[in-house]
């Protein structure tokens, strides 16, 4: 049997951590209100030691997203700004989805857009902007899935019959 390689990048191959996306949305923030970070502002807002935060401050400057200037002070690249603005508006439709669609309390709506926001493809996250405007707007057509909800009358007994389905082949 021989397999297909897909072309589609999965979330597993995406290069950037939860903790990296969180650096650079440190750097952001800090820049954004401050005017400047430093290892020592970003150890401080985000409750690390210095050692800690040079450390994954070198890994971001090797993959180019973020620069030092002879001063010491950090700015974003431009892939680093790509990567902040896609994380921001990631993680934005996802908390207002969780929150106003699905009705999810308002922690647990940040806690999971914050966990899911670098994961997100830039093809989803395009087409989660459109879905969620039109559900804004009322314009949204009526939902066509493969997937035969109507054989299940709770969440809990869907999760109870789940065994695979043809896409994890």
Do not use: W
């Not at 459109?130 to 707007?137: E, I, L, Q, Y």
């Amino acid at each position: 049997m021989t397999t297909k390689k897909s072309s589609i990048q999965h979330t597993s191959d995406n290069e950037l951590t939860h903790s990296m996306a969180h650096y650079l949305l440190t750097i952001h923030k800090l820049k954004e209100t401050k005017g400047y970070a430093r290892v020592t502002d970003i150890a401080k807002d985000m409750g690390l030691t210095k050692g800690s935060v040079s450390t994954a401050l070198n890994n971001l400057k090797k993959r180019d997203l973020v620069t030092e200037d002879e001063s010491k002070f950090l700015s974003l690249s431009a892939e680093g700004h790509e990567q902040v603005h896609s994380i921001l508006s990631s993680r934005t439709l996802l908390y207002y989805f969780l929150k106003d669609i699905l009705e999810v309390d308002d922690e647990t709506a940040h806690q999971d857009s914050c966990l899911m926001e670098h994961l997100v493809s830039e093809e989803t996250r395009e087409k989660f902007f459109r879905f969620m405007k039109n559900v804004a707007t009322g314009t949204t057509p009526k939902l066509k899935t493969e997937l035969e909800l109507g054989h299940f009358k709770t969440p809990d007994d869907f999760y109870k019959a789940q065994k695979g389905d043809k896409y994890l082949e």
